[in-house]
């Protein structure tokens, strides 16, 4: 490569920015191998003999694929939580997955942590929130567990705050995604300043300790300008963590982005300032990077085991949770052991009809290789640590690709 192509560069905020190396896309990994190479097929046997198989610490993770309103954005398993029956018909199907799962898992298996995501677990009603707590305290083993959940601040009725306080939820992540209300309208989310605050005071009354704002970068009719607004307020509400994601528009898989006016949305270079603009105004508000999009103040748990080294990442980003396994319960859930991913059955309808047959409902998933494992060790090092070793063989392989980015001093 010439010198020539090495210095028509561009630097934002001491990101430089290297259009030719951002051709290439690259997955956001959560995982390796990454959802995409999930194969369809029945992963019920594999799914069943990996329960049984454990020892130890684990963490629940429960989706609830319902909302009160859609974003157009979402990329999420979700739908409309607009008739009573049909989440009356999913909660049972959860109840009865929680009890399938529990009955095939090992007396030392003990639960540290629980968390519940979406769609938005505040589509269901706070009784029923409470009763699955209690369903879940009956079947496993409860050991303290560390409980977090995800809010849509739109729906978050005054009775949701007294089922997280009773309930003792200390971690709390709301969707805001943007203020500005001309870029809200634009992505189907309007939801004024006053609706955040009041969610965050709740929350902090109700005890939780540890709040995250979901934010976005690369929507349309978003500037720099908006983008640091939106920071700025954030940061002034008090969040505890910032989560800063770049939008991806992919209406040809997610049907309900062809909402959105596609000409009005930044291009790559506008992107990429804005990620490194965005980072620089949340570390010079006193937040500690933690890999490469979430944000937490120092003495969150997150910063923490980020200086620490103990940082992980899993299907739902970066955590500080240490459990080596994740069980997935609820249609479309992703459970991670150690050699094999299973995805749970996505629709509703079919979950509930398998677990109706008392059958497990895993229908996707993928068998983790030891190379597999081994790149995936490599891939989170670099995530949560900004660095990794990696073995002669890998690197031979990897080499030449690598090359445009050693070049360049990366």
Known sequence: MSPEALTRTETFAAWTYYP??????????????????????????????ALQALRGPVSLYLHIPYCQEICWYCGCNTGAANKTQRLGA???????EIE???RNLHPSVQVSRIAFGGGSPNAIKPTDFVRLIDRLTVNFRLIKPVISIELDP?????????AVRGIGVVKASLGVQTLDAKVQAAIGRVQPREQIERAVEGLRKAGVDSINFDLMYGLPFQDDA??????????????????????????????RQKRIDASELPDQRARFRMAAQGHARLVGAGYNAVGFDHFALPDDDLARAAAEGTLRRNFQGFTDDQAPVLIGLGASSISEFPEVFVQNEKNAGRYRMLLGADQFTGRKGVVRTADDRRRGTIITDLLCRGRAVVDADLLVTARERLEPFIQRGL
Do not use: C, K, N
């Not at 999913?90 to 009865?96: C, G, K, M, R, V």
């Open 100 to 102: 399938l799962v529990a």
């Open 154 to 162: 739109r729906s978050l009725a005054a009775d949701w705050f007294l």
């Open 20 to 49: 030719e190396l951002l051709e290439r896309p690259v997955p956001r990994y959560t995982s390796y191998p990454t959802a995409a190479e999930f194969v369809e097929e029945s992963f019920e046997e594999r799914q069943r003999a």
């Open 90 to 96: 999913y909660l049972e199907a959860l109840h009865h």
């Open 226 to 255: 908006i983008l640091a607004d939106t920071l700025d307020q954030s940061v002034a509400m008090g969040a505890d963590r910032i989560a800063l994601f770049g939008y991806a528009h992919v209406p040809h898989m997610i049907p």
